[in-house]
């Protein structure tokens, strides 16, 4: 039977909380009338990472052992799917999985891609960043708009959900591997006319991020100004 959703989680040495997240989403969704799955996409993982959602009789383990990088590992997820809706979070789960609810109601309701936001209503972040990351965040968002993706008030939040069209067109086209890839889906998904949603959703920082503040913003920021020059058949 096709599933109703495809939970995707892409993963990069996340043996130490990966469990405990896919405890969680197990949980929650078998309490659910849903069809479901439940989809690791490994990114070249050197630790136990595969080892421990492979414990996980529901979950299906992708990944061909190479590092290529978040968008890539989100990309073959949500390619590899076969859900009508395919929502992908991240490893640590900053995102409460029950917030899905609120981004299904809008795809139900006809939009295509609904988003998860901090930046709708800043009450529902209950455990915040530094305020140099937070600071960061912002301005990298502001850049974004400029140069990018207007309209957005937060590309980056780690819970995104498409119908399925929607994700194989996107993702069928998408290229970049590294953590703008969320850009750059927001940008093709504009460009291909599809109906987007930012719904604000509860959100707890997790202070063991691997992200790195420096490296990290000037690779995405190089990488938001490829966007436009590697889609210019877009128009």
Known sequence: MKPELSVIIPAYNEE????????????????????????????GSRDRTK????????VKVIGDGINYGKGAAVRR?????????????????????YEIEKLKKFLKDGYDVC????????????????????FMGKTFNK?????????????QCGFKCFREQAAVDIFSRAKINGF???????????????KIKEVGVE???????????????IKMFAEILKIRRIHSDLK
């Not at 949500?78 to 789960?93: I, S, V, W």
């Not at 930046?119 to 455990?127: E, F, G, Q, S």
Request: charge should be negative.
């Open 203 to 217: 959100w707890y920082n997790d202070e063991r991020t691997t992200v790195d503040p420096i490296k990290d913003s």
């Open 115 to 134: 988003i998860g936001s901090r930046a709708v209503d800043y009450k529902l972040i209950r455990k915040h960043q530094p305020f140099y990351r937070e």
């Open 143 to 155: 850049i974004v708009q400029l140069l990018v993706v207007k309209g957005i008030k937060d590309t």
């Open 180 to 194: 703008s890839f969320d850009v750059e889906i927001l940008y093709l998904a504009k460009k291909l006319n599809y």
């Open 51 to 58: 080892e421990v959602a492979r414990s996980f009789e529901e």
């Open 77 to 97: 997820g949500m390619l590899a799917a076969n859900g009508e809706y395919r929502l992908f979070t991240d490893a640590d789960l900053s995102t409460p999985i």
């Open 16 to 43: 130490a909380r990966l469990g405990n997240t896919l405890s969680l989403i197990t949980q929650y969704l078998r309490n659910t009338n849903l069809n479901y799955e439940i989809i690791v996409s490994d990114d």
